[in-house]
């Protein structure tokens, strides 16, 4: 699959509009979506004990979406798999009071994965410069001095999130974005199916609603963040998501690819660890003669 159909190209002077959420990506139909999926989900926990045994480099896999694109089944699917281990899901609802008291980044940092670890992320501290530009009230709850604030603050953030991604890769943790784009009409479908299906309606909140009303704003302000924080190290992966199959299959090939070019194999052994290993095997060995005597 050619992965480069997906990424958001600043260079190009993309807009978000030149991604098809009803795009069918490199497959023919549902069964070939699956078939890739199960495969891959497979291989990602594979290349997921690579990444665990090697400990040098860890991935943080960030989902960004609108309300209904499925990002909570997206994740289940794609990462039944792994080794729970090796895992650590963090859920960046509305921060809690003493969250709100320190800088906007804080508690992403503080749920980094380690190196050998994969961390996910649903939603994340993109959420600071999305949604509090929609609703500035979530902004003021911060309580920010004046030098943080300021025509100039949304400017200030991309800079900072630049920065924070550049800091991560080079302490070996590497980091993959994902945007499920849904388009509106497909929103309407999924929100209703929510409210209908008794399994489903548990998720329902008002402010989806609400949000909708939004929509044309917050495809802007999206717009403008993949602008300002889609780079080379860490460029934004736009998923057409009107068919979720389709959105499964993409996201999963994309992180096997990823963890792929991080280890290949297993570690080698050092001259010490064969001698350590030599001598265990013989004392394990012996033990076995001197049992059956």
Request: some cysteine.
């Amino acid at each position: 699959m050619n992965h480069n159909q997906f990424i958001y190209k600043v260079d190009k002077k993309m807009r978000l509009a030149d991604f098809d959420p009803n795009s069918m990506a490199d497959f023919g139909d549902e069964q070939q979506a699956q078939v890739s999926l199960e495969k891959n989900a497979a291989d990602i926990a594979d290349y997921q004990d690579m990444l665990m045994a090697h400990e040098t480099n860890g991935l943080l896999i960030i989902f960004q979406a609108m309300d209904g694109a499925g990002k909570d089944a997206t994740i289940k699917n794609v990462m039944s798999n792994l080794d729970p281990q090796g895992c650590e899901m963090k859920m960046f609802k509305a921060p809690s009071e003493k969250e709100v008291k320190h800088d906007y980044l804080w508690r992403a940092a503080q749920s980094v994965p380690a190196r050998g670890q994969i961390g996910i992320f649903n939603r994340s501290y993109y959420e600071h410069v999305i949604v509090e530009r929609i609703h500035p009230e979530k902004l003021a709850r911060q309580n920010l001095p004046d030098s943080a604030t300021g025509k100039d603050i949304w400017k200030k953030r991309f800079r900072h999130i630049n920065n924070f991604e550049e800091y991560l890769l080079d302490n070996g943790i590497h980091v993959l974005k994902f945007f499920l784009n849904l388009s509106k009409e497909e929103q309407r479908e999924k929100l209703l199916e929510r409210m209908k299906r008794p399994e489903k309606k548990w998720k329902f909140a008002l402010e989806d609603l609400e949000d909708r009303q939004h929509w044309d704003k917050y495809m802007k302000v999206y717009e403008e963040a993949f602008n300002q924080t889609s780079t080379k190290t860490a460029p934004w992966y736009i998923i057409p998501d009107n068919h979720r199959w389709v959105a499964r299959a993409c996201v999963a090939s994309i992180i096997l690819e990823k963890l792929k070019s991080l280890h290949s194999k297993y570690p080698d052994t050092n001259e010490k660890q064969k001698k350590e290993m030599a001598k265990a095997q013989s004392q394990l060995e012996k033990e076995s003669v001197s049992d059956t005597k």
